[in-house]
């Protein structure tokens, strides 16, 4: 947990820590004129977290207030990088942890992760959705303790990201733009920027939300039973702090839009190539929201600073980096004619 924020969360214990936040806010000008001509872009890479994501904020809350209460064992239903946080926080804090995945649909990145730190992976024939359901139940009925987002602590360790955003800008951005999964990191950013407002005097941002276009319950209005998209962190039909994601967008005046996987590998593509900031494929959704809403004329970047998160590390998801790309990478022989015979 970031040491300077602890007393401003509502958790409990010694903290069990990999040192986790402080990430870097990246000014990214080229990106700005392609998804936001006229105002000024910074990323929040929140890759650069220990497991590789954001989820590790909300974590070592989490965990520290498990090991706290006593609990032996905790677990959780998860995309992947959950889980893959969940099983490196509970490997340092001694305890066990069961992580269910949808199966076929995590990426290999999060999976490597989840076998590495000891997790018990359990793989479902069904979604994160069935995933969600179950580990709520085991949780009621046995001595087990959740830790996906509906965990209090875990909102508490997320808003930090929002302070950090503050600190570095010396005031609220005009927009914080991320994507939109279970709705937990959108509901913790605002609950962090709303405590920053009162305790320190910043203002609020207005939230631009992006929604994978298969799987966009919040944007649509229903629950989506089978979401699809390129960008499985965020394949979610039903999320659990849809409520609380609502309230956010309606307080903050902010805007929630549907992105295809298409702008969605558009943006994370520019993202690399412009800027050399990899990400993963849904981490860019909210980049590919900002561009989407300045093209619909719904948002005036014009003198504006644009915070846009991201949430996970490109490294996550090789498989999404080098689709379709390893063919055209020619072998040669290794002699000085043949490769100046490609470079030139
Ligand atoms: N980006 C990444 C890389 C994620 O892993 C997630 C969620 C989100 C965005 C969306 O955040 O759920 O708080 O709205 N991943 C969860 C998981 C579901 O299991 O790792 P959210």
Redesign the pocket.
């Known amino acids: 947990m970031v040491t300077a924020f602890r007393s401003r969360l509502k958790v409990e214990g010694e903290a069990v820590t990999l040192l986790e936040g402080n990430t870097p806010l990246i000014d990214c000008p080229r990106l700005a004129a392609w998804a936001c001509p006229g105002g000024t872009l910074l990323v929040k890479y929140e890759g650069l977290n220990p497991t590789g994501?954001f989820?590790d904020r909300g974590m070592t809350a989490a965990i520290t207030q498990a090991a706290h209460d006593g609990s032996r064992t905790v677990i959780c239903a998860?995309?992947?990088?959950?889980?893959a946080s969940a099983a490196a926080y509970a490997a340092r804090a001694g305890l066990r942890c069961v992580v269910l995945i949808p199966e076929g649909k995590v990426a290999m990145g999060k999976l490597a992760g989840s076998i590495a730190y000891g997790a018990q992976v359990v793989q479902i024939d069904g979604s994160?959705d069935d995933g969600l359901r179950l580990v709520r139940e085991i949780s009621d009925k046995a001595p087990i303790t959740l830790v996906n987002?509906v965990n209090p602590a875990r909102v508490e360790g997320q808003k930090t990201a929002a302070f950090e955003v503050n600190d570095a800008l010396g005031q609220a951005p005009d927009w914080l733009c991320l994507?939109?999964?279970?709705?937990?990191?959108?509901s913790a950013y605002w609950l962090g920027f709303v405590q920053d407002a009162l305790e320190r005097g910043f203002g609020t941002p207005q939230l631009l939300g992006g929604q994978a276009a298969g799987s966009a319950p919040i944007v649509l209005g229903h629950v989506v039973e089978e979401p699809e998209t390129l960008a499985t962190?965020?394949r979610?039909g039903n999320?659990a702090r849809w409520f609380q994601a609502k309230e956010a967008l309606a307080d903050s005046d902010g805007q929630l839009w549907r992105v295809s996987d298409t702008e969605i590998m558009e943006a994370y593509g520019q993202l690399s190539r412009l800027e050399g900031v990899f990400c993963?494929p849904?981490?860019a959704a909210g980049v590919a929201a900002l561009r989407k809403s300045v093209l619909n004329g719904e948002v005036e970047p014009e003198g504006k600073t644009f915070v846009a998160v991201l949430?996970?590390h490109g490294l996550k998801d090789p498989d999404a980096a080098i689709a379709g790309q390893t063919d055209s990478i020619a072998v040669l022989a290794p002699t000085y004619d043949a490769i100046m015979g490609v470079i030139e």
């Open positions: 994501s989820k998860s995309t992947g990088n959950t889980a994160f987002s994507p939109v999964g279970n709705a937990g990191n959108i962190a965020i979610i999320p993963e849904s981490s949430t996970g």
